[in-house]
């Protein structure tokens, strides 16, 4: 158990279609990071989030946007939903002294 | 070429045996990630390291920092080793960059 939650668990979305996915956290943990992975692929960074501001950003186009929340939540929003977009979004929150990474289960995002 | 390269990609191994996954990186970096991912996508954090060896029940990690390589040994492996192992790395702006993972497969 990691303390980190994310919902939806699974979703199937059309393409064009807008998506939002959520991460809630343990207190005191005031970054998360955001990554798509691929099947059969190694996690992608898409942006991480320190006090509500976006902290750096991976190689993913502005349709992908973030925002982090007082209450260490997070959601992840991506616009005009590709075919390509089909991955396991995960999140992992870490606090600001201690750089273990904990890692939600993950939202298995399929567009259709 | 990929920042951070894990050997092999995929691992079959009989129950008992020893097992060896390698990750070497490219860039510099504050610590190194020996992560679990099972079916169904939940990543569970095993490991983090900065220099030396870490050692857990079966698992130990090694870092080499000079050489830019680390290894994640299981001892006395059993089928509920089976999982993907993914080494991730540490670098400025506290973002992680992950290998392609090490799929592995213990038979009883």
């Known amino acids: 158990e990691t303390g980190v939650t994310q919902s939806p668990t699974h979703l199937i979305k059309t393409r064009g279609q807008q998506v939002t996915l959520r991460c809630s956290s343990q207190s005191g943990h005031n970054t998360v990071s955001w990554y798509q992975q691929a099947l059969g692929q190694g996690p992608q960074f898409i942006f991480q989030?320190?006090?509500?501001?976006?902290?750096g950003r991976g190689n993913f186009p502005p349709r992908f946007s973030g925002l982090q929340f007082p209450n260490y939540s997070s959601e992840l929003n991506v616009n005009a939903l590709e075919l390509d977009d089909s991955a396991l979004y995960l999140c992992?929150?870490?606090?600001?002294?201690?750089?273990?990474?904990?890692f939600g289960q993950g939202t298995r995002l399929t567009v259709v | 070429k990929n920042e951070v390269e894990q050997s092999p990609q995929n691992l079959t191994a009989q129950e008992g045996e020893f097992i060896t996954i390698n990750c070497s990186y490219s860039v510099g970096i504050s610590a190194l990630h020996w992560l679990q991912q099972h079916p169904g996508g939940g990543i569970v954090s095993l490991f983090m390291?900065?220099?030396g060896k870490k050692k857990h029940g079966r698992l130990i990690a090694t870092i080499n920092i000079q050489e830019k390589h680390s290894s994640l040994h299981i001892t006395a492996s059993h089928p509920r080793d089976s999982a993907v192992y993914i080494c991730?790395?540490?670098?400025?702006?506290?973002?992680?960059?992950f290998g392609g993972g090490t799929r592995l497969m213990v038979k009883p």
């Open positions: 991730a790395v540490r670098s400025s702006g506290n973002m992680l960059t």
């Open positions: 989030y320190y006090r509500e501001e976006e902290n």
């Open positions: 390291l900065s220099s």
């Open positions: 992992a929150t870490q606090t600001l002294t201690n750089t273990e990474a904990f």
